[in-house]
């Protein structure tokens, strides 16, 4: 059973473009909601996170916008760069899980020039 | 501060060889993790260890086993490798009270 869904599975757009990128979830006991991009080669890193209490949080281009009663959270990125091309991941951790992150399967980004 | 580094970087094995993948963490971490990364499928979590000497199953632990050897290592061995268990192997750790969690550079293994 897949906790976590992510979509699409990859995206293209141009540069300046504004890619999305959206996760669903089913378990309401989910409390922290962090977002991972990975560039080739290497491992995961944290690129921005958001509590459900919020529902939206910025970074810099980076924008997480969530929705409660939908179950839903979403990655936006500003004026996306030829270097924001990498694989993201979206995650939820469970209440009480020790910090266990569950992931979704990944958008595979890239921003052409 | 290296963060978190794993070893080795690359690895070949044959079915049914054993190997021990190391990782260890210079940020003092109370928890750490072991993650398989396939195409597709994102990261599934192995086995985890919430402190110094507590480990625990997660998503997909059959055919690995792990050892919290202090509060800086966490090992994962795979006693008798399958050619599904090809995969490239991430450890993690985080700090109690925290989620945020930091990866390694990741070990390739294939088993042939």
């Known amino acids: 059973q897949q906790q976590v869904k992510q979509s699409p599975q990859s995206l293209i757009v141009q540069k300046g473009g504004i890619p999305i990128i959206n996760c669903a979830y089913e378990n309401t006991a989910f409390d922290y909601f962090p977002w991972y991009q990975q560039f080739p080669g290497k491992g995961p890193a944290l690129l921005i996170a958001?509590?459900?209490?919020?529902s939206e949080k910025k970074e810099g281009r980076f924008t997480i916008s969530f929705n409660k009663s939908a179950k839903q959270f979403s990655l936006h990125i500003m004026d996306s760069q030829p270097g924001d091309s990498a694989t993201y991941f979206c995650a939820a951790r469970m209440r009480g899980s020790n910090y266990k992150l569950t992931f979704g399967k990944g958008t595979l980004l890239t921003v052409n020039p | 501060n290296a963060g978190v580094t794993q070893t080795p970087k690359f690895q070949v094995l044959k079915t049914g060889q054993s190997m021990t993948l190391q990782c260890a963490q210079d940020?003092?971490?109370?928890?750490m993790y072991w993650y398989r990364q396939d195409p597709g499928m994102g990261l599934r979590l192995i086995y985890y260890?919430?402190?110094?000497?507590?480990?625990d199953k997660g998503e997909v632990p059959n055919g690995y086993n792990v050892s919290r050897l202090n509060k800086r290592e966490f090992s994962l061995r795979l006693e008798s490798a399958a050619p599904s268990q090809t995969s490239v192997y991430f450890c993690?750790?985080?700090?109690?009270?925290?989620?945020?969690?930091?990866f390694g550079p990741g070990t390739r293994l294939t088993v042939t």
């Open positions: 260890s919430a402190s110094e000497g507590t480990t």
């Open positions: 940020m003092n971490h109370n928890s």
């Open positions: 993690a750790s985080s700090a109690s009270g925290e989620g945020e969690q930091y």
């Open positions: 958001i509590r459900p209490d919020v």
